[in-house]
């Protein structure tokens, strides 16, 4: 019977969702990046890493659709390989930060007084150290790998989530239906967890879209200061701030990369608009 | 009929800046199975405090509660749990007292699921036969309560309230945020249950025309005390506290011709922030004497009439 209603919900979510044409735009933007990504040695037309030192900073011909880096490098290729790191680096750093950032800001919000004190406060300490600065520290510390980068970013980016959390808990927790929860015995866990969160998501939701664009390029700076992926991995963000130093001559090398980031970050952005008024029964969409 | 609820002495102060506010200054009353209470006064006169002190939503500064012969001043964790089993709340405003996100059927089984004695099946069925109950179609069950009128949404308030199956519930304040003509017909069936079930009520209200139809007994409260207490019919009968006239003085008659004397009240409430220790009242009380002072003590001026007021006899 649960499963039954369950199932019910998900599929009102999908029914209310499939209205959106943007959000269904975002949704299969982001699944065919996805599905890029986990196929890419095979849809990759090239090694990422072969090198052809005629072909260096080749126009875009049939044999390189996208044109070549400077050292003869298949752009397309690059891309390709690229959205493997690139996507991880943006989904999982910031779904670690979003969720250790959300539990933070729950608590404090919805328990406030000294609980509240000590973690605004601690806080306040973890920002005031230059996010970037702090991010590489870390990153260091765990030793120069992909999966440390995400982690790194993910930590670094905790504080943004908690305070915007702890400032839309605040104006949910004092309505009368919490305290009409108490009053039929729900316990803090489940007040937390079933009315507060659920209810002061809405500029989550925006603010974690837009994180991921924010961690893709992040993690490409971890890369250029050779932390994150070690070359010649290809990473969007390392690829475009390789394309700057060209740019006058081949803007298409920083360009395409570019492309790519803003395609995952507006299908992540549209999809989660979608979401949050999905998820919302107050909106008749 | 045995006493179900009995206050001694309750208070609730809240720490403000300016110093302690007392809500609720020591209330004393006890309620019998079955029956009404109805607790009026204006705003900010602590008839919600009260409410939700004894349900311990608040704790209270001092005071006993006793429910069913029992303590339960300080329940501890397991007893609340029980407790809350008998004793229930409707809230005012039913706009804000629902989750928004909670179809009608998922706010009236919460308290099942946490209670978590029936099985899935169980609680299907019983949030049916409790949306039967208080006159929702089950058509509603997936419906959001922004989806409905006022009087709906209370009525999953009630659903929710009667879902433990409690003898007693606190309603504070439940028809003031809906239409008139949804009032009654919510008033109608809060009656219906308490006849059906034998539910006890403390009827939370300022609207005085309600509170004679369905009380029987009537507390007037001004400032966190008891100025009047007494029966329904005997306290539009024989009012005998300066404050309860000017109240009832105030109720609109439907007749043009009826030229009511109406009492006004002038000056402002005195502050609930560390009051004078004598009558609350007395900065607006046309009778005010040197001796109102002093600190005011309830008398039974009847058998069951009390008033807190020591010129009740001088001023008839």
Same mark, same amino acid.
């Given at each position: 019977?649960?499963?039954?209603?369950?199932?019910?919900?998900?599929?009102?979510?999908?029914?209310?969702?499939?209205?959106?044409?943007?959000?269904?735009?975002?949704?299969?933007?982001?699944?065919?990046?996805?599905?890029?990504?986990?196929?890419?040695?095979?849809?990759?037309?090239?090694?990422?890493?072969?090198?052809?030192?005629?072909?260096?900073?080749?126009?875009?011909?049939?044999?390189?659709?996208?044109?070549?880096?400077?050292?003869?490098?298949?752009?397309?290729?690059?891309?390709?390989?690229?959205?493997?790191? @690139? &996507? %991880?680096?943006?989904? *999982? !750093?910031?779904?670690?930060?979003?969720?250790? #950032?959300? =539990?933070?800001?729950?608590? +404090?919000?919805?328990?406030?007084?000294?609980?509240?004190?000590?973690?605004?406060?601690?806080?306040?300490?973890?920002?005031?150290?230059?996010?970037?600065?702090?991010?590489?520290?870390?990153?260091?510390?765990?030793?120069? @790998? &992909? %999966?440390?980068?995400? *982690? !790194?970013?993910?930590?670094?980016?905790?504080? #943004?989530? =908690?305070?915007?959390?702890? +400032?839309?808990?605040?104006?949910?927790?004092?309505?009368?239906?919490?305290?009409?929860?108490?009053?039929?015995?729900?316990?803090?866990?489940?007040?937390?967890?079933?009315?507060?969160?659920?209810?002061?998501?809405?500029?989550?939701?925006?603010?974690?879209?837009?994180?991921?664009?924010?961690?893709?390029?992040? #993690?490409?700076?971890?890369?250029?200061?050779?932390?994150?992926?070690?070359?010649?991995?290809?990473?969007?963000?390392?690829?475009?701030?390789?394309?700057?130093?060209?740019?006058?001559?081949?803007?298409?090398?920083?360009?395409?990369?570019?492309?790519?980031?803003?395609?995952?970050?507006?299908?992540?952005?549209?999809?989660?608009?979608?979401?949050?008024?999905?998820?919302?029964?107050?909106?008749?969409? | 009929?045995?006493?179900?609820?009995?206050?001694?002495?309750?208070?609730?102060?809240?720490?403000?800046?300016?110093?302690?506010?007392?809500?609720?200054?020591?209330?004393?009353?006890?309620?019998?199975?079955?029956?009404?209470?109805?607790?009026?006064?204006?705003?900010?006169?602590?008839?919600?405090?009260?409410?939700?002190?004894?349900?311990?939503?608040?704790?209270?500064?001092?005071?006993?509660?006793?429910?069913?012969?029992?303590?339960?001043?300080?329940?501890?964790?397991?007893?609340?749990?029980?407790?809350?089993?008998?004793?229930?709340?409707?809230?005012?405003?039913?706009?804000?007292?629902?989750?928004?996100?909670?179809?009608?059927?998922?706010?009236?089984?919460?308290?099942?699921?946490?209670?978590?004695?029936?099985?899935?099946?169980?609680?299907?069925?019983?949030?049916?036969?409790?949306?039967?109950?208080?006159?929702?179609?089950?058509?509603?069950?997936?419906?959001?309560?922004?989806?409905?009128?006022?009087?709906?949404?209370?009525?999953?308030?009630?659903?929710?309230?009667?879902?433990?199956?409690?003898?007693?519930?606190?309603?504070?304040?439940?028809?003031?945020?809906?239409?008139?003509?949804?009032?009654?017909?919510?008033?109608?069936?809060?009656?219906?249950?308490?006849?059906?079930?034998?539910?006890?009520?403390?009827?939370?209200?300022?609207?005085?025309?309600?509170?004679?139809?369905?009380?029987?007994?009537?507390?007037?409260?001004?400032?966190?005390?008891?100025?009047?207490?007494?029966?329904?019919?005997?306290?539009?009968?024989?009012?005998?506290?300066?404050?309860?006239?000017?109240?009832?003085?105030?109720?609109?008659?439907?007749?043009?011709?009826?030229?009511?004397?109406?009492?006004?009240?002038?000056?402002?409430?005195?502050?609930?922030?560390?009051?004078?220790?004598?009558?609350?009242?007395?900065?607006?009380?046309?009778?005010?004497?040197?001796?109102?002072?002093?600190?005011?003590?309830?008398?039974?001026?009847?058998?069951?009439?009390?008033?807190?007021?020591?010129?009740?006899?001088?001023?008839?």
């Amino acid at each position: 019977m649960k499963k039954t209603r369950k199932k019910s919900k998900l599929k009102d979510l999908w029914r209310r969702l499939k209205r959106n044409k943007l959000a269904v735009a975002g949704l299969v933007v982001l699944i065919l990046l996805i599905i890029i990504a986990i196929a890419a040695p095979l849809l990759a037309p090239y090694s990422y890493s072969m090198q052809d030192s005629k072909a260096s900073y080749a126009a875009a011909s049939p044999d390189h659709l996208l044109g070549t880096d400077k050292l003869g490098r298949d752009l397309l290729s690059r891309l390709i390989i690229g959205a493997r790191a @690139s &996507l %991880q680096m943006g989904t *999982i !750093a910031v779904a670690i930060a979003a969720t250790i #950032g959300i =539990a933070i800001g729950a608590t +404090a919000g919805y328990f406030g007084g000294w609980t509240d004190n000590i973690c605004m406060r601690f806080l306040d300490i973890y920002q005031s150290i230059p996010m970037l600065l702090l991010c590489i520290t870390l990153a260091a510390i765990l030793g120069p @790998s &992909l %999966q440390n980068a995400i *982690i !790194a970013l993910g930590v670094c980016s905790v504080p #943004g989530y =908690a305070r915007l959390m702890r +400032a839309s808990v605040l104006t949910v927790r004092d309505k009368e239906f919490i305290e009409s929860a108490r009053a039929v015995n729900a316990g803090n866990a489940r007040i937390i967890l079933r009315h507060v969160v659920p209810n002061s998501m809405a500029p989550l939701i925006v603010e974690i879209t837009m994180g991921v664009g924010s961690c893709i390029l992040a #993690g490409s700076l971890l890369s250029f200061v050779g932390l994150g992926v070690q070359p010649p991995t290809p990473e969007w963000g390392t690829m475009i701030a390789e394309g700057r130093n060209v740019m006058r001559e081949h803007p298409t090398l920083a360009l395409y990369p570019g492309v790519c980031v803003m395609l995952s970050v507006l299908a992540c952005n549209l999809l989660g608009d979608g979401l949050r008024d999905a998820l919302d029964p107050r909106l008749k969409n | 009929m045995a006493t179900l609820l009995e206050v001694r002495d309750l208070k609730k102060y809240f720490k403000t800046n300016g110093g302690m506010l007392h809500a609720v200054d020591g209330i004393n009353f006890s309620l019998e199975e079955g029956k009404t209470l109805g607790v009026v006064g204006e705003s900010g006169c602590g008839k919600s405090t009260l409410g939700r002190t004894i349900l311990h939503l608040l704790d209270p500064t001092d005071g006993r509660i006793f429910f069913d012969g029992k303590d339960i001043t300080n329940p501890g964790r397991s007893e609340m749990h029980r407790l809350r089993e008998e004793m229930q709340i409707i809230f005012q405003d039913p706009y804000s007292s629902l989750d928004p996100r909670k179809s009608v059927s998922e706010a009236i089984m919460e308290p099942l699921k946490i209670q978590g004695r029936l099985s899935k099946d169980a609680m299907i069925a019983e949030t049916r036969m409790l949306m039967d109950t208080v006159g929702l179609a089950t058509r509603f069950e997936n419906t959001y309560p922004h989806e409905l009128d006022g009087g709906r949404r209370q009525r999953i308030g009630i659903a929710r309230a009667l879902s433990l199956t409690p003898k007693f519930i606190v309603c504070d304040e439940p028809v003031s945020a809906l239409d008139v003509s949804i009032q009654a017909q919510i008033i109608n069936l809060m009656l219906d249950l308490q006849e059906e079930r034998g539910l006890a009520y403390m009827f939370v209200t300022h609207d005085l025309s309600i509170v004679k139809y369905i009380s029987d007994d009537i507390m007037v409260m001004y400032l966190g005390q008891m100025v009047e207490k007494a029966s329904a019919d005997e306290l539009f009968r024989d009012t005998r506290h300066p404050y309860t006239k000017a109240l009832l003085s105030a109720i609109p008659v439907p007749d043009i011709h009826n030229k009511t004397k109406r009492i006004l009240l002038h000056g402002e409430i005195t502050s609930p922030i560390n009051p004078e220790p004598g009558c609350r009242f007395m900065a607006r009380c046309r009778y005010a004497a040197e001796e109102c002072s002093q600190m005011q003590t309830l008398e039974e001026c009847s058998p069951g009439h009390f008033v807190a007021c020591c010129r009740y006899k001088e001023i008839e």
